[in-house]
């Protein structure tokens, strides 16, 4: 049975770094959970303590409401992926994938009765007397996905299992993964330094940053509505605009963006230096008008159903628009002045330090 995972004031430390410093998170049961960091941000290291490989120096970790802390590895029946597949070089497809059922001295006919299930599952059922070396890595990662939900692991952790794949490659599995996922509703715990293979991938995603969670939430909403800076510029591709707040009354505030005011109707109290967000896709390309930002196009290319340009300020701060057009015979050239028009209801709105989201 799959169960739900408690994390509760959790702390590695390595002398004084706290490589995960305080973590708090409860994934739920069934569900694709995703630590997502650049390198060194504790991801691996949360991933470690759940799996039993790294000891929990405060708070504790519990699986239902069983608490893990002193449980050793073996005994927490947990399925792993790893990035370098991790399977035995000198064992068949078939050996792989019983091992961890011989382990647990289940029968031979239940053996090869889930063994045959599980290899159905990563569709892999056909190489069952192959050996590791006569597959491909995409072949041996579904047979390490094989060895770990043969087990019927009650909480399954993956530590970057895509990362040695190609692109295209990286693709299909992660397809093949969310869909087993579902179909077994097993609760997974992935981690991941690729934000978009996060965001394909997840229910929900913790964002993590120098040992600590900055953010967990679903998809939509880390990518909608960073909660900082960090966040809005890890996940996604996001323009920073600095802004002074000029006026400030009850009913809007009027911030200086490159020597334009804009009215925003600010959620919290602002004032002083601001830095406003906004999206490739939440800027507005027009022609010039008086009052307006003022840029010029260095560069635009074509990608399908967007033009992506690159439009440098009168500040030479450059930045990144995406605009959506029917008519690409339209595409805007190199020295065109156009006016840059943020939507108010759409960017973002942080303090001057980018911690905090006033809009
Ligand atoms: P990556 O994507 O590069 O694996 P990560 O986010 O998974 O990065 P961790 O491997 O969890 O990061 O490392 C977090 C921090 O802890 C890093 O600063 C790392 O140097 C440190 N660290 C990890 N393992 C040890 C160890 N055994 N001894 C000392 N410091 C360690």
Not at 120 to 134: A, L
Not at 226 to 254: A, C, H, M, Q
Not at 293 to 321: A, P, R, S
């Amino acid at each position: 049975m799959s169960h739900q995972v408690v994390i509760k004031n959790a702390v590695k430390k390595y002398g004084d770094y706290k490589a995960v410093n305080n973590a708090n998170l409860t994934i739920q049961e069934g569900e694709l959970f995703t630590l997502l960091g650049p390198s060194g941000c504790g991801k691996t290291t949360l991933l470690r303590m759940i799996a039993g490989f790294n000891t929990i120096d405060e708070g504790h970790i519990a699986f239902g409401d069983k608490v893990i802390n002193d449980i050793p590895a073996h005994k927490r029946n947990i399925g792993m992926v790893f990035q370098n597949y991790a399977i035995f070089p000198h064992m068949s497809v078939f050996n792989n994938v019983a091992y961890g059922l011989k382990a647990r001295k289940v029968s031979k006919s239940e053996t090869e009765k889930r063994v045959i299930e599980a290899l159905q599952m990563v569709q892999m059922e056909e190489f069952k007397d192959r050996q590791p070396s006569q597959l491909s890595g995409g072949q041996q990662q579904r047979i390490a996905l094989a060895r770990a939900i043969v087990i019927h692991p009650d909480v399954l952790l993956m530590d970057e299992p895509l990362s040695n794949l190609d692109a295209k490659l990286r693709v299909q599995m992660r397809t093949i993964i969310r869909k087993l996922q579902k179909d077994l509703k097993i609760t997974t715990i992935y981690v991941t330094h690729d934000q978009e293979e996060a965001l394909a991938i997840s229910d929900r995603i913790a964002v993590m940053k120098l040992g600590v969670i900055q953010q967990v939430g679903t998809p939509v909403e880390i990518y909608k509505d960073p909660k900082n800076i960090f966040v809005g510029d890890f996940i996604g591709t996001s323009n920073f605009l600095k802004g002074t707040v000029v006026k400030r009354d009850d009913e809007k505030t009027v911030i200086d963006v490159n020597g334009k005011t804009i009215d925003f109707n600010m959620k919290k109290a602002c004032n002083g230096e601001v830095i406003i967000t906004a999206r490739p896709e939440e800027i507005i390309l027009e022609d010039v008008k008086k009052g307006n930002i003022i840029g010029e196009v260095v560069i635009g290319t074509f990608l399908g159903d967007f033009i992506n340009y690159e439009i440098k300020l009168d500040n030479e701060q450059v930045i990144e628009v995406n605009e959506y057009t029917k008519d690409v015979s339209r595409i805007r050239h190199t020295g065109d002045k156009v006016s840059v028009v943020l939507v108010p209801d759409k960017v973002h709105v942080y303090d001057g330090a980018g911690e905090e989201v006033l809009l």
